[in-house]
């Protein structure tokens, strides 16, 4: 019977799942700082040590596997030719593949765009455009821009097909490390994620963990196999999809709301009603969606902004505190902990708003339109009205008095009907911060990962 | 000879004037490529690649016309061909709306030209034998 040792090289944190096959669960687990700005391998091993002392002696493991999000993840710039097309698909390949996508452009590049890429480290360029046989004239563009500006960084290429001759010979040309993946747009409004997604993960584990002193850890592990999200990712499908005998929950939204992100995950059928007519471009099964503007600390101000001033004084009034004070506070003393149960509330309150504005852009809208034939609906983004499982992951909200608070704000609280929220959902809650590690354990044993997952769910 | 790709866009069947369109802009000297009623955007776009059209002229009667049309000039550039010609006409909204602004939304949707109920196809000729030439 085997021991898996499961690892999340994280931004702040290093953490350890041990997991016994014979007993079919989790038996230990641990963290310590990560240490990948002096040494990554230090954090592990102070990591490790306080795992083996909560075992009580040392262990051996058959495998040790890792996803990593250190040293800022995986940043990404997504480059496309009209917004709500090629655009659109290139940032939802770069969401899927785990990545954190810093940069997005449109249509022709400029120089101080192409200069932006330098400056924010972006670790892989996204390059779509056109459909297939359609537009080639901005991506022949656009790669010239991109393979003169030097960038030293991969670029994956996913646009027309018609032209991957002529990119690849640019690419070659400037001795860019260019890659060519198929169309992430083939047709109009249809996303092809797979290849391009595939190619990324590829060139993470090849490229990226090294660049950024991770992949020396893999002479203390096996391997690093994923970004942190990813593994998230994958986690939820198969909890949602279960895995041949074993049911899964049927359709799954994740909440995580971090320090500088809330990120949503849902795996569900983007629409199951036949009236209705869908709009705008595919929506992927598995989606993942990232709002760097909304977070508990790095981020809170952007909470700020997407408040009005009326909503600004009500919350003043109902809850007789200064928000946009208590905002700026968190803001500039990122480390705060909440230290008494007015400071504990706040942090709640503002968790839920970034809950709720998350979802606001995550879950699709519905549009009635009134016809000479009667009401026809038009349905943009994922129908999510029927999920019947909301799951909450990350610190804030594990460690919340009242995660279902939190979590009841990805709900239709207002009532408005062309918001395609979860309706009445029930709350669970990631209480041992095991999704990562069962997503890696999925790459092996998919049975053992859903069982495990299923067991430490709690509902709240 | 210029192409011009014609069709009723939606799920509109009204089909007598696309035929008459489809006579008229003939007897003008224009290569029609007739799409037909039940029209999508995307069989517009196809059928304005294939054939190397120079205008899109998209009819819609039943009143639904603004939400069948929107995105379509996002959808030609992505195509390729985002410096096409668009037109649209018929009865493009339901009732009687200020016309000034609904043709404002049109072009704002990224449509060439906009025209009001009751404007045949032969009052438009001359715009298209601007647009075009010939
Ligand atoms: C015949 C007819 C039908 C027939 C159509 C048969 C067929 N397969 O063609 C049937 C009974 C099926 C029908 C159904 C409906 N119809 Co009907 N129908 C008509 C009617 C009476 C005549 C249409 C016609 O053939 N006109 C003759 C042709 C030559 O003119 P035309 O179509 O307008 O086209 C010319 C111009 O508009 C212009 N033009 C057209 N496109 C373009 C584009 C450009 C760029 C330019 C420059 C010009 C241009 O040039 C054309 C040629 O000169 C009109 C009323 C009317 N008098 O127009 C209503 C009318 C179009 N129908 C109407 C409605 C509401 C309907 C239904 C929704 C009714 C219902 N509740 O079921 C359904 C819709 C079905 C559907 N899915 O499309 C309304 C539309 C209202 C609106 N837009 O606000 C109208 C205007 C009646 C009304 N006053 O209420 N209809």
């Known amino acids: ?460 | 000879m210029k192409s011009i790709v014609i069709g009723v866009i939606g799920a509109d069947v009204h089909a007598v004037g696309n035929k008459i369109i489809d006579y008229t802009l003939t007897n003008a000297g224009y290569n029609v490529i007739n799409i037909g009623v039940l029209s999508s955007q995307e069989d517009f776009i196809n059928a304005a690649i294939e054939a190397d059209a120079e205008l899109i002229l998209v009819s819609s009667l039943y009143g639904h016309g603004e939400i069948d049309c929107r995105g379509m000039r996002q959808k030609c550039i992505e195509s390729g061909i985002g410096d096409i010609f668009l037109y649209v006409g018929g009865n493009i909204v339901v009732g009687k709306q200020d016309f000034s602004e609904v043709k404002q939304r049109f072009l704002q949707m990224g449509f060439n030209r906009v025209y009001p109920p009751g404007i045949s196809i032969d009052m438009a000729l001359n715009d298209i034998k601007n647009d075009l030439g010939e």
């Open chain 1, 1 to 460: 019977m085997a021991k898996y040792l499961l690892i999340d090289f994280g931004s702040t944190f290093t953490k350890l799942t041990a997991v016994d096959s014979e007993l079919g669960d989790i038996f230990a687990s641990a963290n310590h700082f990560t240490t990948v700005d002096t040494d990554i391998t230090i954090g592990y091993k102070n990591a490790l040590d306080q795992l083996s002392k909560t075992i009580g002696h040392p262990v051996v493991f058959d495998r040790v596997i890792a996803c990593s999000s250190a040293a800022g993840g995986l940043k990404m710039a997504a480059i496309g030719l009209v917004e709500e097309l090629t655009v659109e698909a290139a940032k939802r390949v770069c969401l899927g593949a785990g990545a954190k996508v810093d940069l997005v452009f449109s249509h022709h590049l400029n120089s101080s765009e192409v200069e932006l890429i330098k400056t924010k480290k972006i670790d892989i360029v996204l390059l779509a455009g056109g459909s297939d046989g359609g537009n080639s004239e901005c991506v022949l563009f656009n790669a010239k821009m991109l393979s003169e500006a030097n960038l030293g960084i991969p670029i994956v290429y996913g646009g027309n097909k018609s032209v991957q001759d002529e990119i690849k010979a640019i690419f070659d040309n400037h001795h860019v490390n260019g890659h060519i993946v198929d169309n992430v747009m083939p047709k109009i409004n249809q996303l092809n994620i797979k290849q391009a997604r595939e190619k990324i993960r590829e060139l993470f584990l090849k490229n990226i963990i090294e660049a950024k002193g991770i992949k020396k850890i893999e002479s203390e592990i096996d391997k690093v196999v994923l970004p942190t999200p990813e593994a998230v990712l994958r986690a939820c499908e198969l909890l949602a999809k279960g895995y041949m005998h074993e049911p899964g929950l049927g359709e799954v939204v994740v909440v995580d709301v971090g320090g500088a992100t809330t990120d949503l995950y849902s795996i569900s059928e983007p629409s199951k009603r036949g009236d209705v007519i869908l709009t705008g471009l595919e929506e992927p099964y598995a989606k993942r969606t990232v709002e760097g503007d909304l977070g508990m600390r790095y981020s809170a101000t952007g909470i700020l902004k997407a408040l009005t001033k009326e909503e600004i004084m009500m919350i003043n009034l109902e809850k007789g505190i200064d928000i946009e004070k208590e905002i700026n506070d968190r803001n500039t003393n990122v480390s705060m902990l909440p230290k008494n149960r007015s400071e504990e509330l706040i942090d709640r309150l503002l968790a839920e708003m970034c809950v709720y504005k998350a979802m606001n852009r995550h879950a699709g809208k519905m549009e009635e339109i009134y016809t000479p034939m009667g009401m026809v609906h038009h349905q943009t983004g994922k129908d999510l009205t029927d999920i019947e499982v909301v799951i909450g992951t990350g610190g804030v909200i594990i460690k919340s008095t009242d995660p279902k608070q939190i979590l009841a704000k990805t709900t239709n609280v207002f009532r408005n009907d062309f918001e395609l929220r979860p309706r009445h959902p029930k709350f669970y809650i990631d209480s041992t911060y095991s999704l990562y590690a069962m997503g890696l354990l999925s790459e092996f044993d998919p049975v053992l990962a859903l069982k495990i997952m299923k067991k430490h769910l709690t509902q709240v």
